[in-house]
């Protein structure tokens, strides 16, 4: 197989820095508890993406076996985040997050 | 970019749809990078399973329109000011953080699947989280059958 030579490193971290910076915005700026979540994942993989580009620069495995694993942690923090907001959305009634500003008492 | 679409769409479920075209898009980079087997574990679990329980989520919620009446003015300013400082921030710190190029000319093997068995399996620190993962994932298969139970 050749060698792919591809788009520089610098393009790729500006791309993960500006998916990362929009699913910071989104968490900050909606107010469904489940768009916040994909806000999250997309800050994940802005980050896998970043980890990856400088294994290929590197030259080295070692992370994307690292990427490997925040994948598989951002899996199952998706799963029991899931499951938190299903007992929410039946104790409450809806999926709003301002919800929770009112928890004291 | 459909990462925007993300945010700013107002039904949830083209906020998902927008996020699995994001997924696809993030894995081709993959492929490009050079990490094939990523790539293809990157689709199966984002866009396969991930994406998938999101829509569950949202059919069941039934969640077809998204009125915000809570979100005030000041709080959508803020939440703009903030996030474009800290995209600032992140591209001034980074500006010419791609530095050195590696020494050694063949890169196109990295991310094959034996290469990255050997690393797994061989290096340093690797073997414990690995396995310490399948704990996480049944503590994880453990808490997500326990919170959606309806009588406890």
């Not at chain 1, 199952?76 to 004291?104: P, Q």
């Not at chain 2, 569950?56 to 703009?80: C, H, Q, R, W």
Request: proline share 2%; aromatic share 12%; net charge negative.
């Amino acid at each position: 197989m050749e060698l792919i030579p591809g788009i520089s490193t610098e393009h790729y971290i500006f791309l993960s820095v500006v998916l990362f910076c929009i699913g910071a915005f989104g968490v900050m700026y909606r107010k469904n508890a489940i768009i916040v979540f994909m806000c999250i994942e997309l800050m994940l993989n802005a980050v896998n993406l970043l980890l990856v580009a400088f294994s290929r620069q590197w030259n080295g495995a070692d992370a994307q076996v690292f990427v490997f694993f925040v994948m598989a942690v951002a899996a199952a923090e998706v799963a029991v985040g899931l499951a938190i907001l299903m007992m929410i959305y039946r104790n409450t009634g809806t999926t709003d997050i301002n919800v929770f500003s009112k928890l004291k008492g | 970019m459909s990462a925007l679409m993300v945010v700013f769409s107002k039904n949830p479920v083209y906020s998902v749809l927008f996020l699995i075209l994001t997924f696809f898009s993030i894995a081709g980079h993959y492929f490009l990078l050079n990490a094939q087997f990523l790539g293809m574990v990157h689709i199966i679990v984002y866009a396969g399973a991930i994406m998938v329980l999101f829509l569950y989520v949202i059919m069941m919620l039934n969640l077809n329109k998204e009125d915000e009446p809570g979100t005030t003015n000041i709080s959508k300013f803020a939440a703009t000011i903030s996030g474009g400082i800290l995209m600032l921030v992140l591209v001034a710190a980074t500006h010419s953080a791609a530095g050195i190029e590696s020494p050694v000319a063949d890169t196109s093997q990295i991310g094959s699947i034996e290469n990255l068995g050997k690393v797994l399996f061989n290096e340093n620190g690797f073997l414990l989280p690995f396995e310490i993962s399948s704990v996480l994932f049944l503590a994880s298969m453990v808490g997500a059958v326990f919170l959606s139970k309806k009588e406890l």
